[in-house]
């Protein structure tokens, strides 16, 4: 007989090494990696009966997985949310959480500062199916207010956005969306459940890219969708059954080891992104730094009042616009240059020319990204050897810029 376990409630640390795992009868130590398509049954009765619904057994791996589902029992578990369900990559869980739960004459808002693709299925893809669709400035309660103040059926936000770290208050903004009859979809990425529990401010739906701190490894991609119990059955569940955005069982486990670390990785992540953003800021090549915790960030009592920790992500301006930019990413000898986020490698991205090309210049102005703006992923390298690389790229590109105007 199984070992009895603990009914207390657990820490996060315990809950990521423990949660959600399911022993075979083989009583291996690890998660095991069921990686299989299907299931078989004992008898035609049982696969009628498991069909019907009054037998639980698994089917078929697009509909649940047992190694997908230990890491849905995972990340359940962190987050306080009833239920969870995985997904293929990050951009599959924002798709299922908004068309499972959208239909035509419907009206969604959203913050403007989204992740480029969230952006694109707002502006473009749900209008075509007849979505009415309004963006706000997240940092302007003004704004939410007025969009909210007719009917709506769902808000999307990202608190702190990509790539200016603006900071949406949570609870303000789910209070209006309740009364205007929208449930909330906040995209957790930037924050992680280690440091926001957007639940516990009245979201109702959280969504996650695995693929960045959750694997955090720079391996595989993945998604995860959390809300109630309900919503997450009767609604997107039959979404994901029958249109297949599903995570392979590989993927899944891999993301289940990497979470075995992330109360290691994301808190030490943190530390040395504070201390990269307070270097840089006493640099005379840097016009301006964003780190959400630091005491010159416009919203810093709002990012200390939701958030554990000021995040792995530091956004600064640098003096010269895109050739001083270009400058000291070139000059980078350890810091690599990358558009991706969370990694335990340091990764430095150029919004203006990647991630933000297509939004447009107007969009990036109103957004606050320059063609001087620096993304900076903060790894797990040594805090003293990123801060020597960035202080001798800065270098490096100051004085380029200086034979440049000889
Ligand atoms: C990366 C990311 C996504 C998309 O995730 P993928 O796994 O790349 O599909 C969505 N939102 C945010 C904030 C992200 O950083």
């Known amino acids: 007989m199984a070992k009895p376990r603990p009914n207390r409630p657990l820490r996060p640390a315990t809950l990521l090494v423990r949660g959600g795992q399911m022993r075979s009868g083989f009583d291996e130590t690890a998660e095991a990696l069921f990686l299989t398509s299907g299931f078989v049954y004992d008898s035609a009765a049982q696969a009628e009966a498991t069909f019907a619904g009054t037998e639980q057994h698994y089917q078929y791996s697009r509909f649940g997985n047992p190694t997908v589902s230990?890491?849905?029992g995972r990340i359940a578990a962190l987050e306080g949310a009833e239920a969870c369900r995985c997904t293929a990559t990050g951009m599959a869980a924002v798709h299922a959480a908004l068309l499972s739960h959208l239909k035509t004459g419907d009206r969604v808002v959203a913050s403007r500062a989204l992740f480029g693709s969230c952006h694109w299925i707002v502006s473009t893809l749900l209008p075509r199916y007849g979505i009415a669709t309004e963006f706000v400035d997240g940092a302007d309660l003004a704004q939410w207010e007025a969009a909210l103040s007719k009917p709506a059926n769902l808000v999307l936000l990202e608190t702190p956005s990509n790539p200016m770290l603006e900071i949406v208050d949570l609870r303000a903004v789910c209070d209006l969306a309740h009364r205007a009859g929208a449930i909330v979809v906040v995209d957790n990425v930037f924050a992680t459940p280690l440091l926001q529990r957007p639940l516990q401010f009245g979201a109702d739906v959280v969504v996650y890219s695995m693929t960045k701190h959750f694997d955090g490894q720079g391996r595989v991609l993945g998604g995860?969708?959390?809300?109630s119990?309900?919503?997450?059955e009767d609604t997107l569940q039959p979404f994901i059954r029958n249109t297949g955005p599903s995570i392979s069982p590989f993927n899944a486990w891999v993301v289940l080891k990497g979470l075995e670390t992330l109360h290691l990785r994301v808190p030490a992540m943190c530390r040395s992104a504070a201390a990269v953003a307070d270097m840089l800021a006493e640099r005379a090549e840097v016009a301006r730094v964003l780190y959400p915790f630091r005491a010159d960030h416009p919203q810093q009592r709002l990012a200390m009042a939701q958030m554990s920790a000021g995040g792995t992500l530091v956004t600064f301006d640098l003096k010269g616009g895109k050739e001083a930019c270009f400058r000291f990413m070139d000059a980078l000898q350890l810091i690599d240059i990358s558009n991706n986020l969370g990694d335990s490698k340091s990764l430095a991205t150029h919004p203006a020319t990647t991630t933000h090309?297509?939004?447009?210049?107007?969009?990036?102005?109103?957004?606050?990204?320059?063609?001087?703006?620096?993304?900076?992923?903060?790894?797990?390298?040594?805090?003293?050897?990123i801060?020597?690389?960035?202080?001798?790229?800065?270098?490096?590109?100051?004085?380029?810029?200086a034979r440049a105007a000889d």
């Open 70 to 72: 230990m890491l849905e």
């Open 224 to 227: 995860a969708v959390l809300g």
């Open 229 to 232: 119990r309900k919503w997450v």
């Open 357 to 385: 090309m297509r939004v447009g210049a107007e969009e990036r102005a109103r957004l606050g990204i320059t063609d001087g703006t620096v993304r900076l992923s903060v790894g797990l390298e040594d805090v003293a050897d």
């Open 387 to 401: 801060i020597d690389d960035l202080s001798q790229a800065l270098d490096a590109a100051h004085a380029g810029a």
